[in-house]
C-alpha cells in the first residue's frame, strides 16, 4: 500500500487550498477513505470520510468548510478546504478504512502534507 498526500502549504486565515491523496494496493473504489489531521502537540483527529457509494462525512469543525470527494479512476482522494483558521495547521493524511486498524497504517502516517494557516 502507498499513500502520497499533496497540496499542502503555507496560507493565510480565510485562504484555501486543495489537498490530494493518490491510492495504491488497495481496492480503492471499494475502500472508504479517510483524511485525518494532527497539529503538534494534539492527537490525530479524523476530520472527513466518504464511503464508495461517494456518502460523506465530516468532523464539526470543519463542516460548511471542507469538501471530501474522490475519483476512482484516478484513485485518487481529495480534501477542498475553504475559510482556512489557524487552528487548522496540522499534517494532513489519508488513509483507507481497510488499513487503518491494522499495524500497517502506522508505517502510514507519515506520508502527509503539512499545512499552515497564519493569522
Known amino acids: 500500500v502507498q499513500l502520497q498526500a499533496s497540496g499542502g502549504g503555507l496560507v493565510q486565515a480565510g485562504g484555501s487550498l486543495r489537498l490530494s491523496c493518490t491510492v495504491s494496493?488497495?481496492?480503492?473504489?471499494?475502500?472508504?477513505m479517510h483524511w485525518f489531521r494532527q497539529a503538534p502537540g494534539k492527537q490525530r483527529e479524523r476530520v472527513a470520510s466518504i464511503g464508495s457509494g461517494g456518502n460523506t462525512n465530516y468532523a464539526d469543525s470543519v463542516k460548511g468548510r471542507f469538501t471530501i470527494s474522490r475519483d476512482n479512476a484516478k484513485r485518487t482522494l481529495y480534501l477542498r478546504m475553504n475559510s482556512l483558521k489557524p487552528e487548522d495547521t496540522a499534517v494532513y493524511s489519508c488513509?483507507?478504512?481497510?488499513?487503518?486498524?491494522?499495524?500497517?497504517?502506522?508505517?502510514?502516517w507519515g506520508q502527509g502534507t503539512q499545512v499552515t494557516v497564519s493569522s
Open positions: 494496493g488497495i481496492r480503492f473504489s471499494l475502500d472508504t
Open positions: 488513509m483507507p478504512q481497510s488499513i487503518l486498524l491494522t499495524g500497517k497504517a502506522l508505517e502510514l
